[in-house]
């Protein structure tokens, strides 16, 4: 499993402006907080050929509130922590295990859009003409950023890194 790396999550913060996480902390939260991954399901069609299910088999996933809004929602929020999804072709019982184990900065901007830049790997699942990929579900691993709209549009680009296409592991 890949653990965290700070290097790229510095650089981030310099490139989004974030200011350094013992001042915002002391302004914006107490630290690391527990930030657990709910099962799910996808329906056939939606991202796969079949339906899909995905469950966390392990979750340390770990966040950190580093500006927030006037109004006191967050507004850049890191991610990091080991993060195993089992992704199940629920049609035919085959599974793969996917380390999503990346690292994030996330900026939630007005209207709901919002802006990764992001570090390893992490799950990514695109519906049909709602991003720059193919429909599907994919681990991007690597340096990269992903623009999300306020209508779910997700716009991923890589830096350095690869794509991962996790429909075609279970088919």
Known sequence: MRRTVLAPLALAAVLLGVQPVSVASARAGTGWEPAPSAPWDV?????CDFPVHGEPVIDEVMKRVLDTSP?????RVA??????????????????DADASG?????????????????????????????????GLYIIDGVYTMDISSVGYKAVNLVHGTKDSLCARID
Do not use: C, M
């Open 79 to 96: 991610y990091k922590g080991d993060l195993i999804v089992r992704i199940t072709n629920t049609e035919t019982g085959a599974f793969y």
């Open 43 to 47: 329906s056939a069609g939606l991202r």
């Open 103 to 135: 690292s994030a900065i996330v900026e939630h901007r007005t209207g709901g859009s919002q802006f990764w830049a992001a570090h390893g790997p992490v799950l990514v699942g695109i519906g049909e003409g709602k991003g720059n990929l193919p429909r």
């Open 71 to 75: 109004d006191g929602t967050a507004k």
